[in-house]
């Protein structure tokens, strides 16, 4: 492995390009501040999306990993100076992770976009992301208060936030760095220590925050990072007896498996797991703001993104109008390699192409309309993951394509006669996680906004992914618990409440 250490003697920006080439090397997980293969000896390879090829290692861990990686957790939080350290203490080593992050902003961009195949200017807007909610949840550790109770006089009640404790975290391939950032942040600022087992389709960020945590000073122990497939380490993290907590984010199916983990640990959950989110577009909307926006929404990381805006639902007497503006948006997207800045990546991994394919498939079979699609640029290399942004409507209400998350670049449009139609196609499928309403009339949106089951709504505007300060979670199966803004400090600490009889 290289030492990157070795590289500190460069200037600035030569050591920047070095590391970039040294993505290449071998990744090894990081447990009590120690670079370790897997005990095994086993890696895994790590696939560029863009062209198909292999081109670095990560150890593929098995139980006795995870076990020294919850162990060295154990220890830091039971014997180590984390969770006494002064709350502004803490915060000052997230604050100076944060920093660092922004030092290395280049070489993270770099390695993301690599790894997970989406643009570099996507990725650089990652990083970013990633970098603020370590300054957020710095700056937020030593402001979370409790409450004093009134009882009878003669006792005094109070409650404190306490941490749970040794905390997993089982992240996605689709936004390493900023889930790493949000569940980190907040988990490391509330006093907690972490074992995160980041996607084996993509996690190499996760691996270089973790160093760069070190270097920021976070004691060893307090962050641990074990890479693995999921069946393995994934399932081993999750019914880890080791654990006071649990956070996931991925897709149901292995929520599911996460949650009855923890269940067998009676030890508490946050779940993630996407979404089927609308936008809704009324008679009245300002096309010219919404259409780009709309657009970015499905095309942001390839449509790999549970908040992906996958359902537009327009006022049927704007069909036609939006159709063509829409028309123009998607005729003009161009996928191609991460570093060549198109408006598409490729997807993760030749798994995820297949699975979007299906898809296309499915459609094709319902013989659901294709309105409008981009193309794959001609130097995309063949061996890489693409798909074509492709538009599709009217769809069904009840179609998988209308239904199902299919974490590609695909749009379905869905026509609606009035507010209450829009409502029930809104709320209509299993998820609720993210919803846009764009209308000049207030007074509808507020209507909606309201009757909308989603965990976040959008007015005249959408953010998918976005929102370092805003509660992000789900209704109905796009999960449970909230992550971001102030709310996920609470979620990863316990309430604990303290009467005095002092008579
Ligand atoms: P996944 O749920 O299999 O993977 C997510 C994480 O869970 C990864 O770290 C993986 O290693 C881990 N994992 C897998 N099996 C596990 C197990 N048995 N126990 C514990 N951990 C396990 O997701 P995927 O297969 O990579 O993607 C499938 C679909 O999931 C996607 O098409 C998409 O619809 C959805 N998804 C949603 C999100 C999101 O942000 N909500 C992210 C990724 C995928």
């Given at each position: 492995m290289v030492d990157l250490s070795d590289l500190d003697y460069l200037s600035d920006n030569l050591a920047n390009r070095a590391r970039i080439i040294a993505q290449d090397r071998s990744w090894t997980n990081i447990i009590d501040g120690k670079f370790e293969a897997a005990l095994s000896g086993h890696s895994l390879d790590m696939i560029e999306p863009s062209s198909g090829t292999p081109f670095c290692t990560i150890a593929r861990s098995g139980l006795e990993d995870v076990n020294a990686a919850v162990s060295a957790a154990r220890t830091a939080f039971e014997q180590g100076s984390w969770p006494q350290m002064p709350a502004a203490e803490r915060g000052r080593h997230l604050s100076r992770l944060s920093s660092l992050i922004l030092e290395h902003f280049e070489e993270l961009a770099a390695l993301e976009?690599?790894?997970?195949?989406?643009?570099?200017?996507?990725?650089?807007?990652?990083?970013?992301?990633?970098?603020?909610?370590?300054?957020?949840?710095?700056?937020?550790?030593?402001?979370?208060?409790?409450?004093?109770?009134?009882?009878?006089?003669?006792?005094?009640?109070?409650?404190?936030?306490?941490?749970?404790?040794?905390?997993?975290?089982?992240?996605?391939?689709?936004?390493?760095?900023?889930?790493?950032?949000?569940?980190?942040?907040?988990?490391?600022?509330?006093?907690?220590?972490?074992?995160?087992?980041?996607?084996?389709?993509?996690?190499?960020?996760?691996?270089?925050?973790?160093?760069?945590?070190?270097?920021?000073?976070?004691?060893?122990?307090?962050?641990?990072?074990?890479?693995?497939?999921?069946?393995?380490?994934?399932?081993?993290?999750?019914?880890?007896?080791?654990?006071?907590?649990?956070?996931?984010?991925?897709?149901?199916?292995?929520?599911?498996?996460?949650?009855?983990?923890?269940?067998g640990n009676h030890i508490g959950c946050t779940l993630e797991l996407g979404g089927k989110s609308p936008q809704i577009l009324f008679e009245d909307a300002d096309l010219d703001a919404a259409m780009p926006v709309i657009t970015n929404a499905i095309i942001q990381n390839a449509g790999q993104t549970c908040s992906a805006g996958s359902r537009l639902l327009v006022h049927v007497s704007q069909w036609d109008q939006v159709l063509e503006t829409l028309r123009g948006h998607f005729e003009k997207l161009v996928a191609n390699r991460h570093d060549a800045n198109a408006d598409l990546g490729p997807l993760v991994t030749g798994h995820q192409a297949e699975r979007v394919a299906g898809f296309l498939d499915l459609a094709d079979d319902a013989n659901i309309p294709v309105l409008a699609a981009g193309t794959i640029a001609d130097d995309a290399p063949q061996g890489g993951y693409y798909a074509t942004p492709t538009l599709f409507g009217p769809v069904p209400a009840d179609s998988a394509l209308a239904q199902e998350e299919v974490f590609g670049p695909v749009l379905s449009m869905l026509p609606f006669k009035d507010e209450e139609e829009a409502i029930a196609l809104a709320n209509g499928t299993p998820y609720g996680l993210v919803a846009g309403i764009w209308t000049r009339d207030a007074a509808r949106s507020m209507r909606l906004a309201r009757a909308i089951r989603a965990g976040q709504v959008y007015i005249n505007g959408y953010g998918a992914g976005g929102g370092i300060e805003l509660p992000f979670g789900g209704f109905k199966k796009s999960g449970h618990g909230r992550e971001k803004g102030f709310e996920g400090l609470y979620e990863f600490s316990a309430t604990k409440t303290i009467v005095m009889n002092h008579g």
């Open positions: 976009s690599r790894d997970t195949g989406k643009p570099l200017r996507q990725a650089e807007a990652d990083i970013t992301a990633t970098a603020r909610y370590f300054e957020y949840y710095g700056g937020a550790a030593d402001k979370v208060h409790g409450q004093t109770i009134p009882l009878p006089n003669g006792f005094t009640a109070m409650t404190l936030h306490e941490p749970h404790g040794v905390v997993g975290s089982i992240i996605p391939w689709n936004y390493p760095a900023q889930i790493m950032g949000r569940v980190a942040g907040a988990a490391l600022a509330m006093g907690n220590c972490l074992v995160i087992k980041p996607a084996e389709d993509a996690c190499l960020s996760i691996l270089r925050l973790a160093e760069l945590a070190l270097e920021a000073g976070i004691p060893a122990g307090v962050l641990n990072v074990i890479t693995g497939t999921g069946e393995e380490a994934g399932a081993l993290l999750s019914c880890h007896p080791g654990l006071d907590f649990i956070t996931f984010t991925g897709s149901p199916e292995v929520g599911t498996l996460v949650q009855r983990a923890a269940a």
